[in-house]
């Protein structure tokens, strides 16, 4: 029983300690673990959120990453069946919309980030892809072949047709 007591009290000091504390508010100690304190210390104000380009030049993106597009054979939309082209009940998941940045698949969106070297015939990119409430980042090879698209990347494979 005291170990269940002893983790509980090292949980709430876990706890409290990962929470922002409010400075006008005050820890009070209502009795329930009269052995151990707890110290709420001021904000220090001499921390800011703010970032400048300058101060982070380092991290800002390069302006040829900034400026890459997708080159205007790439552009539209392309499906795996061609029912993703066509369908107008909201089903097509192998459908993908190619802008100049942007990848817009199903349920995610993939924003160009780099161009990577690729083949004469190929683009290939580091993308920023955001969908179903995640985040995650890879690399994507595209290569067109008259009607026809491949999209490689670490998973596989797809190969796409250009809708009309």
Known sequence: MRRTAAAAALLAIAL?????????????????NANS?????????TVTN???VSDNAETAIPPEA????FPAQYHGRWGMVPADCTSTRGDNKGLITIGD??????EA?????????AIPESFSGL???????????????????GDSLKRAEEEGTFTYKRCA
């Open 127 to 145: 993308f920023s892809f955001t969908g179903e409430g995640q985040n995650w980042q890879k690399v994507m090879t595209f290569t067109r072949t």
């Open 16 to 32: 409290s300690a990962c929470q922002r504390q409010d400075p006008n508010n005050i820890a009070i100690d209502e009795g329930n």
């Open 101 to 106: 940045t942007t990848v817009r698949f199903f």
């Open 37 to 45: 304190q707890v110290e709420t210390l001021p904000p220090d104000e």
């Open 66 to 69: 900034a400026s890459a597009t």
């Open 50 to 52: 703010e970032v400048s």
């Open 109 to 117: 969106v993939a924003i160009l980030k780099e161009q990577r070297p």
